[in-house]
């Protein structure tokens, strides 16, 4: 084999087996950004998730302190009708 020779075929070698490790990173860096994108999508979701127990837990503590104070307003207002009479009391009728 000539000097030519054994360069196309050092060539054609590169190419073949180098060329794969240029195509091996393009694919490789576009199964990352895929990845990444993946990986933002599920936080998103994530994120919603969350978002919809907070709104949730939240909607129940509100309507448990609406409760509660409908529940000392009605103690106070006994405790008014109560002790309107009471000799201490300023407001006495």
């Known amino acids: 084999m000539s000097e030519?020779?054994?360069a196309v075929i050092g060539f054609i070698?590169?190419?073949v087996f180098g060329g794969g490790g240029l195509i091996s990173l393009i694919i490789a860096r576009r199964?990352?950004?895929a990845n990444i994108?993946?990986?933002d999508g599920n936080a998103?979701?994530?994120m919603q998730e969350i978002y919809k127990e907070f709104a949730k837990d939240t909607a129940l503590e509100i309507g448990q302190m609406k409760e509660e104070i409908k529940m000392l307003r009605e103690v106070i207002k006994k405790q008014q009708t109560d002790c309107a009479a009471c000799y201490n009391n300023p407001n006495r009728i």
């Open 13 to 15: 070698f590169g190419a």
């Open 44 to 46: 998103v979701k994530v």
């Open 31 to 33: 199964e990352r950004q």
């Open 4 to 6: 030519q020779h054994v």
């Open 37 to 39: 994108d993946l990986t």
